[in-house]
């Protein structure tokens, strides 16, 4: 995949779950007792993680032909762990 079609794919991801993130930042309030105050560290740890995939982002739109596939490689490890904790937090409000 080229670059820019990579570019495109990751910018929708991220669109993708950044409005995940929102939408969970909203049902809080639905949370009550001993699980809200682990849903908001989850919440905070996904919000960590969401700077990080920005900025593994950034990097990829930066990346020189020889650092690119360095910098898909560190942007879909970021993306899994971003929705690893998307999942985690998700299971919380079932």
């Known amino acids: 995949m080229d670059k820019q079609a990579f570019k495109e794919k990751a ?5 993708d779950l ?5 939408e969970l930042e909203l049902k809080k309030e639905k ?11 989850k919440l905070a ?12 982002f950034q990097h990829i739109k930066e990346a020189s032909p020889e650092k690119l596939e ?11 762990s971003l929705k690893d904790g998307f999942s985690k937090l998700a299971e919380l409000i079932k």
């Open 11 to 15: 910018k929708k991801s991220i669109d």
């Open 18 to 22: 950044f409005a995940k993130i929102d």
């Open 31 to 41: 949370v009550q007792g001993d699980a809200k105050a682990k849903y908001e560290e």
């Open 45 to 56: 740890q996904l919000k960590t993680k969401r700077a990080e995939l920005q900025q593994k």
């Open 70 to 80: 360095e910098a898909k490689e560190a942007f879909n490890k970021s993306l899994d």
